[in-house]
């Protein structure tokens, strides 16, 4: 604009001269008026050049103010001109500013380093972490999941970015939690859920799960922390399950005894009335009388012999002889039914009392053959033998044994192996209890579920001993 300014003055002073030239005859007298405009065009022409010059000129003094007043060894020596006083400060200055910049990229390289250090040292806690942890967005996406959820889901590939219905289809009570949690900021703690496997197991899981703020976004998301308690759980419940018989059959073994004074005379009885001189009719009657007055005292009798401990006579069994010789005992009984019995698999020596065993063995095997029902067109009993190693490094042999029937109830499940519950026509409930109690004495665990297949699955679980682990 100064600029423009000064050559239009300039151009107004050129057309004044050359007015004054090209019109002599007007000159003598506009002459004064004349050299009046000339001189006031020329003085604005010159006043507008100096403030151009002066703008123009406004950075460098800047500089050369802002150079007085820096503290520069340089400034020392007056005998410098300006322009190099003004060069070397202006050069000092850059070097100010790279060394700066150098600076600022050094602190922004250890802020890089401390983040990247941070970053790992969070994945390795969640790595380490012992629970299942999985973090869900505002989307019900997860945005991470360690190790132990990837077990526990039963997750294959790559989790990440799945919606929570996929990720915890096996348990759909978790995923309403989950999606609770992220629409309401509902807490959840130590929640206990039932899922299921990929084979059709029933798992029981603990649960937390809890809101998380998302600073990005400034939304809700979700951390749920999982742990399997199925172990455990049946842990704890066979032991209160055995506390329980225990204090059961502490209490009857006394009015079981007296139940079998009672049906010892009962017997004697029916059996003297059998040795009269009746009619068809009394005799038919006193025969009756008799069986069930047996079949009382065999019920009586088994259940003393659950009531009752027994110390146990430990020795060196072989299971697979063992199972042979039930299989052989009861092979009429299964021929009877059509029912065919399978075993398969690995069978240890184990450390247990050989009679208790094998009855163990006996009331499993005929209950599996019993719930194969007339109606079932496959009719099998599958007995199969394995051996495995627990989280402490001691071994285990499992053996199950699967039928082909109807399976039981869920609502059952927890209640087959307490004295006199029975869902058969016949039987009296204490071959399960029995066995229960057998297997539990040895140290072992005794536990059913359903098969996905059909049929109940009774899973017997005893200790190896150490002479074993060692050979190993």
Same mark, same amino acid.
Request: proline share 3%; charged share 25%.
């Given at each position: 604009?100064?600029?423009?300014?000064?050559?239009?003055?300039?151009?107004?002073?050129?057309?004044?001269?050359?007015?004054?030239?090209?019109?002599?005859?007007?000159?003598?007298?506009?002459?004064?008026?004349?050299?009046?405009?000339?001189?006031?065009?020329?003085?604005?022409?010159?006043?507008?050049?100096?403030?151009?010059?002066?703008?123009?000129?406004?950075?460098?003094?800047?500089?050369?103010?802002?150079?007085?007043?820096?503290?520069?060894?340089?400034?020392?020596?007056?005998?410098?001109?300006?322009?190099?006083?003004?060069?070397?400060?202006?050069?000092?200055?850059?070097?100010?500013?790279?060394?700066?910049?150098?600076?600022?990229?050094?602190?922004?390289?250890?802020?890089?380093?401390?983040?990247?250090?941070?970053?790992?040292?969070?994945?390795?806690?969640?790595?380490?972490?012992?629970?299942?942890?999985?973090?869900?967005?505002?989307?019900?996406?997860?945005?991470?999941?360690?190790?132990?959820?990837?077990?526990?889901?039963?997750?294959?590939?790559?989790?990440?970015?799945?919606?929570?219905?996929?990720?915890?289809?096996?348990?759909?009570?978790?995923?309403?939690?989950?999606?609770?949690?992220?629409?309401?900021?509902?807490?959840?703690?130590?929640?206990?859920?039932?899922?299921?496997?990929?084979?059709?197991?029933?798992?029981?899981?603990?649960?937390?799960?809890?809101?998380?703020?998302?600073?990005?976004?400034?939304?809700?998301?979700?951390?749920?922390?999982?742990?399997?308690?199925?172990?455990?759980?049946?842990?704890?419940?066979?032991?209160?399950?055995?506390?329980? @018989? !225990?204090?059961? *059959? &502490?209490?009857?073994?006394?009015? $079981?005894? #007296?139940?079998?004074?009672?049906? %010892?005379? =009962?017997?004697?009885?029916?059996?003297?009335?059998?040795?009269?001189?009746?009619?068809?009719?009394?005799?038919?009657?006193?025969?009756?009388?008799?069986?069930?007055?047996?079949?009382?005292?065999?019920?009586?009798?088994?259940?003393?012999?659950?009531?009752?401990?027994?110390?146990?006579?430990?020795?060196?069994?072989?299971?697979?002889?063992?199972?042979?010789?039930?299989?052989?005992?009861?092979?009429?009984?299964?021929?009877?039914?059509?029912?065919? @019995? !399978?075993?398969? *698999? &690995?069978?240890?020596?184990?450390? $247990?009392? #050989?009679?208790?065993?094998?009855? %163990?063995? =006996?009331?499993?095997?005929?209950?599996?053959?019993?719930?194969?029902?007339?109606?079932?067109?496959?009719?099998?009993?599958?007995?199969?033998?394995?051996?495995?190693?627990?989280?402490?490094?001691?071994?285990?042999?499992?053996?199950?044994?699967?039928?082909?029937?109807?399976?039981?109830?869920?609502?059952?499940?927890?209640?087959?192996?307490?004295?006199?519950?029975?869902?058969?026509?016949?039987?009296?409930?204490?071959?399960?209890?029995?066995?229960?109690?057998?297997?539990?004495?040895?140290?072992?665990?005794?536990? $059913?579920?359903?098969?996905?297949?059909?049929? %109940?699955?009774?899973?017997?679980?005893?200790?190896?001993?150490?002479?074993?682990?060692?050979?190993?």
């Amino acid at each position: 604009m100064m600029a423009l300014v000064v050559s239009l003055f300039l151009l107004a002073v050129v057309f004044g001269v050359g007015f004054i030239a090209l019109a002599p005859a007007a000159s003598g007298k506009r002459a004064p008026v004349m050299i009046t405009i000339f001189v006031v065009m020329l003085l604005t022409a010159l006043l507008a050049v100096i403030f151009l010059l002066r703008w123009l000129l406004r950075p460098y003094r800047q500089l050369v103010g802002e150079a007085e007043r820096a503290p520069i060894a340089a400034r020392a020596n007056q005998s410098r001109n300006e322009a190099e006083f003004v060069l070397e400060t202006f050069q000092s200055v850059v070097a100010q500013l790279q060394s700066q910049q150098r600076e600022l990229e050094r602190l922004s390289a250890e802020a890089s380093a401390r983040a990247a250090h941070a970053e790992k040292f969070s994945d390795r806690i969640v790595a380490s972490v012992p629970s299942g942890l999985v973090a869900f967005d505002a989307q019900a996406r997860a945005t991470v999941v360690n190790s132990p959820a990837r077990a526990i889901v039963e997750a294959n590939g790559e989790v990440e970015g799945q919606h929570v219905s996929l990720i915890l289809k096996h348990a759909p009570a978790l995923v309403e939690m989950v999606e609770r949690c992220l629409r309401t900021g509902e807490v959840y703690r130590r929640e206990e859920i039932i899922a299921l496997s990929a084979d059709g197991r029933r798992r029981r899981l603990g649960a937390t799960v809890a809101p998380i703020e998302l600073v990005e976004s400034s939304s809700r998301g979700a951390l749920c922390l999982l742990t399997d308690i199925t172990e455990v759980t049946e842990l704890r419940e066979q032991v209160a399950l055995k506390r329980n @018989l !225990e204090s059961l *059959g &502490e209490m009857s073994a006394g009015l $079981a005894h #007296e139940f079998k004074n009672a049906l %010892a005379a =009962l017997h004697g009885y029916a059996q003297l009335l059998l040795s009269l001189e009746q009619d068809e009719k009394a005799r038919a009657a006193a025969t009756a009388l008799l069986q069930e007055v047996r079949s009382l005292t065999a019920m009586v009798t088994a259940f003393l012999n659950f009531a009752r401990p027994q110390p146990l006579d430990l020795s060196d069994v072989s299971l697979k002889e063992l199972l042979d010789d039930c299989s052989t005992e009861l092979s009429k009984l299964y021929s009877e039914r059509r029912v065919s @019995l !399978e075993i398969e *698999g &690995e069978f240890p020596n184990v450390r $247990a009392d #050989e009679h208790t065993l094998r009855q %163990a063995l =006996l009331n499993i095997l005929r209950n599996a053959m019993e719930a194969i029902g007339d109606e079932n067109q496959e009719r099998r009993v599958r007995v199969r033998g394995s051996r495995v190693e627990d989280d402490s490094g001691k071994l285990w042999t499992i053996i199950e044994i699967a039928d082909t029937g109807s399976g039981i109830p869920d609502s059952d499940l927890q209640r087959i192996f307490i004295p006199f519950f029975t869902t058969k026509a016949q039987g009296h409930g204490v071959g399960l209890a029995l066995a229960h109690r057998v297997i539990t004495d040895h140290g072992g665990a005794l536990t $059913a579920r359903n098969s996905t297949e059909g049929g %109940a699955v009774f899973t017997i679980k005893l200790k190896l001993p150490d002479n074993q682990i060692q050979n190993l």
